[in-house]
């Protein structure tokens, strides 16, 4: 397996519209390709983002930075995003549990909550 890390960091907009946005529309796009094995998104803090791409080989891993460019220019211009690096290599140890992919999907809710709670609407 073959990883492909992205960061990003965001001129405008919030980091709960971008990263419902990616979950929405890039994820399955992302997940279609061929090779797809994992992919993440990081709020990594500072107005800046992170991106993991997991793919069975190097060249799907490869293709997908450029389809993250392409989607991130044709899709998601109001955030103002610049990449500033790409990484990546061969997944050499890896681990993972239902749990870990279950997590993922409860920010929308967990951030939510705490929206409220901080506005006073909870």
């Known amino acids: 397996m073959y990883a492909s890390v992205r960061h990003y960091r965001m ?3 919030s980091i709960d519209s971008l990263m419902h ?3 929405e529309e890039f994820a399955p796009a992302i997940g279609q390709e061929p090779g797809f094995v994992a992919y993440f998104a990081l709020d990594t803090g500072d107005a800046t983002v992170e991106t993991v ?3 069975h080989d190097k060249a799907a891993a490869d293709a997908s930075n450029e389809l993250a460019s392409d989607y ?3 899709n998601l211009g ?3 995003l610049t990449r500033t690096a790409v990484s990546g290599g061969e ?3 890896s681990r993972v549990t239902a749990e870990a992919l279950d997590d993922a999907h409860r920010w929308r ?3 939510a909550r705490l929206r409220a709670r901080e506005s006073g609407n909870a």
């Open 109 to 111: 809710s967990d951030r």
């Open 91 to 93: 997944v050499l140890v």
């Open 21 to 23: 946005r990616v979950d």
């Open 11 to 13: 001129g405008a907009g």
């Open 72 to 74: 991130v220019r044709e």
């Open 78 to 80: 109001e955030f103002e």
């Open 53 to 55: 791409s997991i793919f």
